[in-house]
C-alpha cells in the first residue's frame, strides 16, 4: 500500500487553523542552505535540487539501486526553516528585509533512506543532472521536539498575525518560545495559486 503522508501523518501534515501544541520526532531531510530574498530567481534554484533528489529517491527501483526496505510514498512537501543574518537581528523593522534573511530549506525522506544511500543518489542525480548546488545538500536527521503550529492561509507577508496568535496560544499555556527562528511548510504551489488561497504550516519551537 502506498504511504501517502496527507492521510496517514495528519497530526504533522494537517493542523488546523487554530494554534496547537505537537511533538516532532526525528526525521530524515535533502536539505540545503542559503541566504537571501526568496523572491529572487536564484531561490528557485535551490528547490530544483532539493525535488531532482526527491525524485532520485522515489524514482530508484525504475533505475535499478532501490534498498530492500523500498516501499511506495507520495513525495513530502519542502519545508523552510528561516531566520535573519547576524546584524539584522537587533534593528527593529516594521518590514522584514527580505535580503537579511537566512534559510534552511529541505524535503523529508522516508524511513529507508540511509546516509549510504541518500550519497548514492547524490552521486546519481550529480552525473544525470549536474548542478553545482549539489554539491552543497546535506542528508540529516533533525528531530525539532515541542513546537507550536497552526495552518497559514494567505499571503506569505502576512504570516506576522499568525505567528502572534501562536505566540499567545504559547503564553496561555504555559510555554516559551525559543527563538524568532521558524519553520514553514509548503502545501500549495506558489506558482500555481493565488496569494490569498496559499497555505503554509507555520511551527516554531517552545518550551
Given at each position: 500500500?502506498?504511504?501517502d ?19 516532532i ?9 542559503g ?12 528547490i ?16 535499478g ?35 537579511a ?10 524511513e ?32 525539532e ?26 503564553v496561555?499555556?504555559g ?32 518550551e
Amino acid at each position: 500500500m502506498k504511504h501517502d503522508w496527507k492521510k496517514s501523518e495528519k497530526q504533522f501534515y494537517a493542523p488546523k487553523s487554530e494554534p496547537e501544541k505537537v511533538s516532532i520526532s526525528a526525521m530524515n531531510f535533502f536539505s540545503i542552505r542559503g541566504e537571501g530574498d526568496p523572491n529572487n530567481p536564484e531561490f528557485g534554484e535551490y528547490i530544483s535540487v532539493l525535488y531532482s533528489l526527491s525524485y532520485g529517491v522515489k524514482m530508484s527501483p525504475k533505475q535499478g539501486f532501490a534498498p530492500v526496505n523500498y516501499f511506495e510514498y507520495s513525495i513530502y512537501p519542502l519545508e523552510g526553516v528561516w531566520d535573519l543574518k547576524e546584524e539584522a537581528r537587533t534593528k527593529s523593522m516594521e518590514k522584514i528585509d527580505k535580503d537579511a534573511l537566512v534559510f534552511n530549506l529541505m524535503i523529508r525522506q522516508p524511513e529507508f533512506v540511509t546516509p549510504e544511500f541518500a550519497a548514492e543518489v547524490i552521486q546519481r542525480v550529480s552525473k544525470k543532472k549536474p548542478h553545482p548546488l549539489l554539491a552543497e545538500v546535506k542528508f540529516e536527521t533533525l528531530t525539532e521536539g515541542d513546537c507550536v503550529q497552526m495552518l497559514h492561509t494567505g499571503s506569505y507577508d502576512d504570516e506576522p498575525a499568525s505567528f502572534a496568535r501562536m505566540e499567545a496560544f504559547a503564553v496561555a499555556n504555559g510555554l516559551k518560545r525559543q527563538s524568532k527562528i521558524h519553520r514553514e511548510i509548503y502545501l500549495s504551489d506558489a506558482r500555481k495559486t493565488a496569494p490569498e488561497k496559499l497555505r503554509t504550516i507555520l511551527r516554531f519551537l517552545v518550551e
